[in-house]
Nanobody
Framework: QVQLVESGGGLVQAGGSLRLSCAASGRTRSTYAMGWFRQAPGKEREFVAAISSSGGRTLYADSVKGRFTISRDNAKMTVYLQMNSLKPEDTGSYYC????????????????????WGQGTQVTVSS
């Protein structure tokens, strides 16, 4: 089992920034692919960003490209999501997830490929 704990969510005005963190513990190895997803009320969970286990490859949803940056600190077993120029449509619960299977530069956008999930942190962007 891998436990994931997200933090950093909150209320921010449009145009503002937040930095989400996701700390992993438990059945961990030094590296694995990780991703961020979000879910707005009444909507399905959607992919936001992902980073490969090596950190050498990242993927972003078109809606956040140029505004969000995913990064990782393997020594701390933590992944981050820097969110800039936030918009009201970015509002939702943000979840981090671990993809235990992929190594190297492999990374996926499919939620079903992720093995462990955090409980989520709420992000609210006011207009």
């Amino acid at each position: 089992q891998v436990q994931l704990v997200e933090s950093g969510g909150g209320l921010v005005q449009a145009g503002g920034s937040l930095r989400l963190s996701c700390a992993a513990s438990g059945r961990t190895r030094s590296t694995y692919a990780m991703g961020w997803f979000r879910q707005a009320p009444g909507k399905e969970r959607e992919f936001v960003a992902a980073i490969s286990s090596s950190g050498g490859r990242t993927l972003y949803a078109d809606s956040v490209k140029g505004r969000f940056t995913i990064s990782r600190d393997n020594a701390k077993m933590t992944v981050y999501l820097q969110m800039n120029s936030l918009k009201p449509e970015d509002t939702g619960s943000y979840y981090c997830a671990v993809d235990y299977a992929r190594i190297g530069v492999a990374v996926t956008t499919k939620a079903s490929d992720y093995d462990y999930w955090g409980q989520g942190t709420q992000v609210t962007v006011s207009s």
